[in-house]
C-alpha cells in the first residue's frame, strides 16, 4: 500500500475504518463523504433519525483493536455502556410488571451500546490527525471506470462562496477504491457493470421508528443500564439501549401493516396499544411525548443485501453495508463491517498480489456475511417472541447449569 492511492468512498464507520487501517500502511487516501461532517451539530443525521445507539460486540471490538492503535481503542471503549444481558420485560398473570435479566455468557463477557455518531466522530477525529488522509464532505460519487481507476464526485456544498468557479463535479484517479458507501452503494452499483455479481435484495415486512425515554427526574436511568431491554409481543417489540447521558435510544419494530394501523388510529390507542404490548413504558416515555416522537419520528424500512463477488479486479472492492446489508436484529452490521475490513487488510498484508488478495477477501467474507445476515432474519423471531418461550428458559437454564 506504501505510496499507493487509497480512494475511500463513504465516512461511516466502516469506511472511517478502512481509511485508518490503508493510512497505517502508507497510503495516501482520500476519503469522500456525501453528507456534511457529522461531527457538526447541524448535520443532519443518517436515516434523518436524532441518533441510532448500536450493539458494539467483540467483532468490532477486535477490528479496532486491530489497528494496533490502542488509545483509539480506549477513546471508543470509554464512550459505551455494558450491557451484560437482555432484560426481558413483560407482564405476569396477575398484572403486574415483571422483568427477567437473561445473561449473554456464563464467563461474564458482553456487549456494548454506543451512539453511532460518538464513535464515527472517534474515528474521524483520529483520521484528522494523520498526514496522508484527506477528508472530503459534501462530494457524492456519481459514477467511476474500474478499468481506467477515475471516479466522478459532484460537490454538493454551493454555499461556499469564497470558491465562485468551483467545478460542481470532480474526477478523482487511484490505485485501489474501496466502496463503503452503505446499502444503498453507488460504488456497488457502478462495479455491476464490470463484475459478474449476483445481486439479491429483500426488504423484510417490518419497519421502525425510534423513540428516546429520558433520565429520570432525579438525573438517573429510567431502567437497568447494563442490559440491552426487550418487550417482546409476538411479531413486533420494543427496545431500548442505554446512552451515556442516562437516557436510552429505544426503537419500535414490527409489520407494515401495524405501522399503518397505529398511523391511521386516534393518539390514545397508541397509548393503550403500548400499556398492552409493552408494560412500563409509558412509566418512563409520557404519553404525550410518545404520541409526539411516534408522528414525528420517521417509520423506515429494513433491507436485507447480499451480493458477490466484493471486488472487480484489484482497483475496487466494497465494505460493510454496501456488500452486505442485513437487518438489525444480530446486532451486527456495523460489526461485521468492521470485521470486514480488518480480514481485507490482512488479505492485502499476506498476499502480494492485489488481485488475488481481494479474489481471496470475497472468497472468505461473502460466506463468513451471508451467514450472518441469516442469523440476523432469525433472531428477529429470537427476539420478539422466542425469549419468552418455556422451550428458551428450559435451554438457558440447561446452558447455565
Ligand atoms: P453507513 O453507516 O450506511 O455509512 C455509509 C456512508 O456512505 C454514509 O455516511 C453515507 O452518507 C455515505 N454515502 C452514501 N452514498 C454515498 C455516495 N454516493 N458518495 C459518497 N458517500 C456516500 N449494527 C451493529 O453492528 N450493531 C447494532 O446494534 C445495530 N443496530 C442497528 C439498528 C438499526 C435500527 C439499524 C437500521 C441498523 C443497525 N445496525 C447495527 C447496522 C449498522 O447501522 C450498519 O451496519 C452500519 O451503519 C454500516 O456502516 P457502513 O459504514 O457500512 O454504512
Not at 398473570?93 to 415483571?98: D, I, P, V, Y
Not at 466484493?310 to 460493510?320: A, C, K, P, T, Y
Request: aromatic residues 8%; contains cysteine.
Amino acid at each position: 500500500m506504501n505510496g499507493k492511492k487509497v480512494v475511500v468512498v463513504g465516512a461511516g464507520p466502516v469506511g472511517s475504518l478502512a481509511a485508518l487501517y490503508a493510512a497505517s500502511r502508507g497510503a495516501a487516501v482520500e476519503v469522500y463523504e456525501l453528507r456534511s461532517d457529522l461531527r457538526n451539530a447541524d448535520t443532519t443525521p443518517l436515516n434523518f433519525t436524532k441518533s441510532i445507539n448500536l450493539a458494539l460486540s467483540e467483532r468490532g471490538i477486535n477490528a479496532l483493536r486491530s489497528t494496533g492503535n490502542n488509545e483509539l481503542l480506549e477513546t471508543v471503549l470509554e464512550q459505551t455502556i455494558p450491557m451484560h444481558g437482555r432484560m426481558i420485560h413483560t407482564r405476569s398473570a396477575t398484572g403486574s410488571l415483571t422483568e427477567q435479566s437473561q445473561l449473554y455468557d456464563v464467563h461474564g463477557r458482553f456487549q456494548r451500546s454506543v451512539d453511532r455518531g460518538v464513535l464515527n466522530g472517534v474515528l474521524l477525529n483520529h483520521l484528522d490527525s494523520l498526514p496522508n488522509v484527506t477528508l472530503h464532505f459534501q462530494h457524492k460519487m456519481t459514477g467511476a471506470d474500474f478499468r481506467k481507476r477515475r471516479a466522478w464526485f459532484e460537490i454538493t456544498d454551493r454555499t461556499d462562496s469564497s470558491h465562485p468557479n468551483r467545478p460542481r463535479e470532480i474526477e478523482v484517479d487511484f490505485n485501489l477504491l474501496i466502496g463503503a458507501d452503505g446499502a444503498h452503494s453507488t460504488t456497488r452499483y457502478h462495479m455491476m457493470k464490470y463484475a459478474r455479481m449476483n445481486y439479491h435484495q429483500e426488504y423484510i415486512d417490518c419497519l421502525w421508528c425510534e423513540f428516546t425515554m429520558p433520565p429520570t427526574q432525579s438525573g438517573d436511568f429510567a431502567i437497568s443500564p447494563n442490559h440491552l431491554h426487550i418487550w417482546p409481543a409476538g411479531s413486533f417489540m420494543f427496545i431500548a439501549l442505554p446512552n451515556l447521558d442516562k437516557s436510552f435510544v429505544c426503537t419500535l419494530f414490527g409489520p407494515v401493516e401495524m405501522f399503518v394501523h397505529l398511523e391511521d388510529s386516534p393518539d390514545a390507542e397508541l397509548v393503550a396499544f403500548f400499556d398492552k404490548h409493552f408494560p412500563g413504558v409509558t412509566n418512563h416515555i409520557p404519553p404525550s411525548d410518545l404520541i409526539a416522537q411516534f408522528k414525528r419520528n420517521p417509520h423506515l424500512p429494513l433491507i436485507n443485501i447480499k451480493c458477490s463477488p466484493h471486488h472487480f479486479g484489484d482497483s475496487v472492492v466494497i465494505l460493510g453495508d454496501a456488500a452486505n446489508a442485513m437487518v438489525p436484529f444480530y446486532g451486527q452490521g456495523m460489526n461485521a463491517g468492521m470485521e470486514s475490513v480488518r480480514v481485507l487488510f490482512s488479505k492485502l498484508d499476506a498476499i502480494a498480489d492485489r488481485t488475488a488478495a481481494l479474489a481471496s477477501y470475497t472468497e472468505e467474507r461473502t460466506k463468513d456475511a451471508h451467514v450472518v445476515a441469516d442469523l440476523a432474519l432469525g433472531n428477529y423471531i429470537e427476539m420478539r417472541s422466542s425469549v419468552t418461550s418455556r422451550l428458551y428458559k428450559l435451554r438457558k437454564y440447561i446452558e447455565e447449569r
